[in-house]
């Protein structure tokens, strides 16, 4: 009797397990759609830690990278442990196609598309043209180099200094003017801008290089 309550306990714990596995195999796998990566999945948390239940509500918390190192909420009914796993994604990513000096601002000849192991890159890599294409290089990189957020800035749709057009718009207003920049921005990043009055006003840049004030 007790070598047959052992078995079933084992096949118990051995069905959970394999549950688990296989939704966290879901969950990363979903977080990667592109049909060119691969993910491997691997729980490093030891078996006597896993939840026990048929469908645990898994998820990570908004600051956490979803390779390499990871921890994942994994939520039983009012019960809820952390599950430390090793996720090994392959898959497409961004470097240089050349030697490439600080200031260029960056074009489709400027990059290339590798495949390898992306949990192994550097921190914020960049994974597809889009995200590096018009950026500002902040540091020269060599031939084959991996491109991260942290090497680059939007390009600059206002300088400091220059004279900008100011719209300020509100409920059945619309008020034109000019003034100069006081700071650099890209599109979508706040700027100040002192009028010809003196005064100095807070607005946001647009695509087309207008300060945009909204009341």
Same mark, same amino acid.
């Given at each position: 009797?007790?070598?047959?309550?052992?078995?079933?306990?084992?096949?118990?714990?051995?069905?959970?397990?394999?549950?688990?596995?296989? @939704?966290?195999?879901?969950?990363?796998?979903?977080?990667?759609?592109? $049909?060119?990566?691969?993910? /491997?999945?691997?729980? $490093?948390?030891?078996?006597?830690?896993?939840?026990?239940?048929?469908?645990?509500?898994?998820?990570?918390?908004?600051? /956490?990278?979803?390779?390499?190192?990871v921890s994942v909420s994994v939520r039983c009914g009012d019960q809820r442990r952390f599950i430390q796993a090793e996720v090994q994604v392959t898959g497409n990513y961004l470097v240089s196609a050349r030697q490439l000096?600080?200031?260029?601002?960056?074009?489709?000849?400027?990059?290339?598309?590798?495949?390898?192991?992306?949990?192994?890159?550097?921190?914020?890599?960049?994974?597809?043209?889009k995200d590096a294409i018009g950026a500002v290089l902040l540091r020269d990189l060599s031939p084959g180099q991996p491109l991260t957020s942290a090497m680059l800035r939007r390009a600059w749709i206002v300088k400091s200094? @220059? /004279? &900008? @057009?100011?719209?300020?718009?509100?409920?059945?207003?619309?008020?034109?003017?000019?003034? $100069?920049?006081?700071?650099?921005?890209?599109?979508?990043?706040?700027?100040?801008?002192?009028?010809?009055?003196?005064?100095? &006003?807070?607005?946001?840049?647009?695509?087309?290089?207008?300060?945009?004030?909204?009341?």
């Amino acid at each position: 009797m007790f070598a047959l309550l052992t078995s079933l306990i084992g096949n118990v714990h051995v069905a959970v397990a394999a549950d688990l596995q296989a @939704q966290l195999d879901q969950f990363f796998h979903a977080r990667f759609p592109d $049909k060119h990566s691969s993910v /491997t999945v691997m729980i $490093k948390s030891p078996p006597e830690q896993w939840p026990q239940c048929e469908a645990p509500v898994l998820a990570l918390s908004n600051n /956490t990278r979803v390779w390499g190192n990871v921890s994942v909420s994994v939520r039983c009914g009012d019960q809820r442990r952390f599950i430390q796993a090793e996720v090994q994604v392959t898959g497409n990513y961004l470097v240089s196609a050349r030697q490439l000096r600080r200031g260029v601002a960056l074009t489709t000849s400027d990059l290339r598309q590798t495949t390898g192991r992306l949990d192994l890159l550097p921190p914020r890599a960049l994974l597809l043209p889009k995200d590096a294409i018009g950026a500002v290089l902040l540091r020269d990189l060599s031939p084959g180099q991996p491109l991260t957020s942290a090497m680059l800035r939007r390009a600059w749709i206002v300088k400091s200094g @220059q /004279t &900008v @057009q100011v719209l300020a718009q509100g409920v059945g207003f619309s008020i034109n003017s000019e003034g $100069k920049a006081m700071g650099n921005a890209a599109v979508g990043q706040s700027v100040r801008v002192r009028m010809a009055s003196g005064q100095i &006003v807070s607005g946001v840049a647009g695509e087309d290089g207008v300060i945009y004030i909204a009341q």
